[in-house]
């Protein structure tokens, strides 16, 4: 440990060569998912993103990742593999590709054991592989929760088909992180000013399928599964009284199921949330009052956002040292199973 705190971020990027390779080709297919101008710009060298440099950073996993915690006293990095992850490929390329990306965080994890731990990827595409995946990643390699780069093919968790992957992640008592990437539908409204990007439509697609998830009941099913969502919990804590209120009138009117919590109480029980990529200060008292100290964790969002002003972001907000410890720490190592420094 290098300060006062324990630092893990834990939504922290990253890819690998033949997972860049296959988006490459994405990109150069005709499609109008609205995550093309992303997958173009990084995998395909559009002055947009590309300019931007992220493919090294994600592709990165020690050289200038490891001098960058040091230099900002970060300890460890939590590492996903970076939206749209696995989830524009046909199946049998996504689940074969998940399992390369586990297995080469898992060896980054054996080299570095205090410096990174991982989420471990799959393919909802083939939801029997997908749990056998999420088995292996977790009793074998080691890893530390999943990652979900929200919709498969406009395909969210709620979808019963899924249910065996909620299933697994209770059973195994390992958080999903849903990652955004570009929502399947509604491309028009967000084709406009970059508004596709990390900008807007991102936290919108997540907060959707948060909110699409909960109003399902599917927590009724899976009572002690955890769901972590970065961005400030993608404003859906903002909104929680109107859910609720709005949900009971779709109850009540048949048009949502008949669940046995509230919008507001499925979210406090069931969902943690991260700073990744918001440091606003007035953004972070609001998640503390409004869902506890333990809800909340810190993430910088590397290589998308730099490092330096994230650790100053907390180092300088207005709380308790208790609670910094556990958002900068504590929270991380109980959700995420990390061993105790
Ligand atoms: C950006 C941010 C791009 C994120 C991403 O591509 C992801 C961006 C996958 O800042 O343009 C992110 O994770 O917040
Ligand atoms: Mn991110």
């Not at 630092?7 to 297919?29: C, M, Y």
Request: with cysteine.
């Amino acid at each position: 440990m290098t300060g006062q705190f324990r630092k893990i971020a834990v939504e922290e990027a990253f890819s690998i060569p033949e997972i860049a390779k296959e988006l490459q080709k994405v990109a150069r297919s005709p499609s109008d998912s609205l995550d093309m101008p992303l997958v173009q710009g990084i995998y395909d060298g559009d002055p947009g993103y590309g300019r931007l440099g992220f493919l090294d950073g994600l592709l990165d996993l020690e050289e200038r990742r490891l001098p960058d915690m040091d230099k900002n006293g970060v300890d460890m990095h939590l590492m996903l593999l970076t939206a749209p992850g696995v989830q524009m490929f046909d199946a049998d390329t996504a689940t074969e590709l998940a399992t390369v990306a586990n297995d080469r965080i898992a060896e980054l994890i054996s080299r570095h054991p205090t410096r990174f731990a991982a989420l471990a990827s799959f393919a909802p595409q083939s939801p029997k592989r997908a749990v056998r995946e999420m088995e292996r990643s977790i009793r074998e390699l080691k890893l530390n929760g999943f990652v979900v780069n929200s919709h498969t093919h406009g395909e969210y968790l709620d979808d019963q088909k899924y249910w065996p992957i909620l299933e697994a992640a209770e059973a195994l008592d390992r958080c999903i992180y849903i990652h955004p990437r570009a929502p399947a539908e509604g491309p028009q409204m967000f084709s406009h000013y970059g508004m596709d990007s990390a900008m807007w439509s991102y936290g919108m697609e997540v907060g959707s399928h948060a909110v699409k998830m909960m109003a399902s009941g599917v927590f009724d099913r899976f009572p002690k599964l955890k769901i972590c969502i970065g961005h400030m919990g993608e404003a859906v804590h903002f909104w929680l009284w109107r859910l609720s209120f709005m949900n009971k009138r779709s109850q009540g009117t048949g048009r949502a199921p008949k669940t046995q919590l509230t919008m507001d109480e499925y979210f406090r029980r069931n969902f943690v949330i991260t700073t990744s990529g918001v440091e606003d200060p007035l953004a972070l008292e609001y998640s503390i009052k409004k869902l506890g100290a333990d809800s909340v964790l810190w993430a910088i969002d590397y290589p998308y956002q730099p490092t330096a002003p994230a650790v100053a972001f907390m180092d300088n907000a207005p709380i308790s040292d208790a609670d910094k410890a556990k958002i900068y720490g504590k929270n991380a190592e109980r959700i995420f199973h990390i061993k105790a420094a």
